[in-house]
């Protein structure tokens, strides 16, 4: 019991430390997430559906109106808003609120705005890049290994 109680009253501090972060986080979040970054999120997670819904059906108008209904369920399924929260939550819990007004201002620079633009474009050539070489090296580790 008194373990418990410890651990309690020490998350308190980081807990309202969150809290007290929270604001600026949600600031920054909606800076660096905008609606067109969302809505391709949106999209790269209902591809995969829309793709093999495609697949089944040969009629085009009836497969714009299945990736219709997809893309609106998967807007349905996951809202911006809940995505800001999440993210917010997250950058709260691990930076200050000073920091995290500190980074807001950076991103408002323009480098910050440069990289937040890039930053996907940059995500993405380094996972094409990792996706090409990935496979070839972990089965010659993977022989070493054995």
């Known amino acids: 019991m008194r373990n418990f109680l410890l ?5 308190v501090p980081a807990t309202q430390a969150a809290e007290n972060a929270r604001p600026a986080a949600l600031s920054l979040v909606r800076l660096i ?3 067109d970054r969302y809505q391709g999120m949106l ?3 209902a591809r995969p559906l829309i793709v093999a819904a495609q697949r089944e059906q040969k009629d085009p108008q009836q497969i714009e109106a299945g990736a219709a209904t997809i893309r609106a369920a ?3 399924a996951l809202p911006y808003e809940d995505l800001l929260d999440w993210t ?3 950058y709260a819990a691990h930076f200050s609120a000073g920091e995290l007004r500190q980074l807001e201002k950076f991103y408002r620079t323009p480098l910050g705005t440069k990289l937040n633009n890039l930053l996907p474009q940059v995500t993405g050539e380094v996972f094409q890049k990792v996706v090409q070489v990935f ?3 972990f089965e010659a580790a993977l022989k070493e290994q054995r």
């Open 74 to 76: 998967a807007g349905k």
């Open 33 to 35: 997430t905008p609606r």
């Open 7 to 11: 651990v309690f009253l020490l998350s």
């Open 135 to 137: 496979p070839k090296r």
């Open 43 to 45: 999209e790269q997670l």
């Open 88 to 90: 917010a939550d997250v």
